[in-house]
């Protein structure tokens, strides 16, 4: 069974409208990420949480937000969404803030905005 | 500042060929060298981790050695197969920005039957 979930698995919107990625974990883990994968590029780093603080945010744009509910969840909300915003979105998780030497990886969700 | 290298985009092999891919990395620190994989349709895990004080990690077959003068993390595999299909990355623990990871670029197995 996965242990990270991410919904939903492909998601298709327009330009300018909103959308949530949605992201729960069942590792019992107290750190969480967000990173975006684009064609040719490597893994981008978005943000990390800990314990359900924002500790690092390397997304410049206010766009894009990420929403902590409870300490397994890291829901990713963007807004005046673009083509460019068009990437497949990994949520991650790992032990601690320090333990990223050993991140566990959702399925991701793959945004089209057309 | 920290950084990888991964030069190889896609690498086409046969079942029961060797699998070499580069990855080189710069860093001041000691570093923390990871191999990941990603098959198609998931997002990456963990393959490997080498730290000084091992040099080597080996998993599922794979193995990577650190080599601290060539300042390089190659993965090695004796004999792939089609299972093996996917994209490596290698990657680095930035020790100075909060451990996160630097990525490489990955490189696309692609092994024919």
């Known amino acids: 069974d996965p242990k990270i979930i991410q919904k939903p698995k492909y998601l298709v919107a327009v330009t300018g409208s909103e959308k949530i990625l949605i992201c729960e974990q069942y590792?019992?883990?107290?750190?969480m990420y967000w990173y975006r994968q684009s064609a040719k590029k490597p893994l981008e780093f978005m943000f990390s949480?800990?314990?359900?603080?924002?500790?690092d945010n390397q997304t410049a744009s206010s766009r894009f937000q990420p929403q902590s509910s409870k300490k397994n969840h890291l829901d990713l909300q963007i807004t005046a969404l673009k083509p460019d915003d068009s990437a497949t979105y990994f949520c991650?998780?790992?032990?601690?803030?320090?333990?990223?030497?050993?991140?566990?990886f959702g399925a991701g969700t793959r945004l089209s905005v057309l | 500042g920290d950084s990888v290298t991964q030069k190889q985009g896609q690498v086409t092999l046969s079942e029961d060929d060797f699998l070499f891919i580069n990855c080189t990395y710069s860093?001041?620190?000691?570093?923390?060298l990871l191999w990941y994989v990603q098959y198609l349709g998931q997002g990456p895990q963990l393959l490997l981790k080498?730290?000084?004080a091992n040099n080597k990690g080996i998993s599922r077959g794979f193995e990577a050695t650190y080599d601290k003068g060539t300042t390089s993390f190659h993965l090695q595999k004796a004999s792939v197969q089609e299972s093996d299909s996917a994209v490596y990355f290698c990657?680095?623990?930035?020790?100075?920005?909060?451990?996160?990871?630097?990525w490489g670029l990955g490189t696309s197995l692609v092994v024919n039957p």
């Open positions: 590792l019992g883990h107290n750190a």
């Open positions: 991650a998780s790992s032990q601690d803030q320090g333990a990223q030497n050993t991140l566990y």
């Open positions: 949480y800990s314990y359900q603080k924002l500790m």
């Open positions: 080498v730290t000084t």
């Open positions: 860093t001041t620190t000691y570093p923390t």
């Open positions: 990657a680095l623990v930035n020790v100075g920005d909060n451990s996160k990871l630097i």
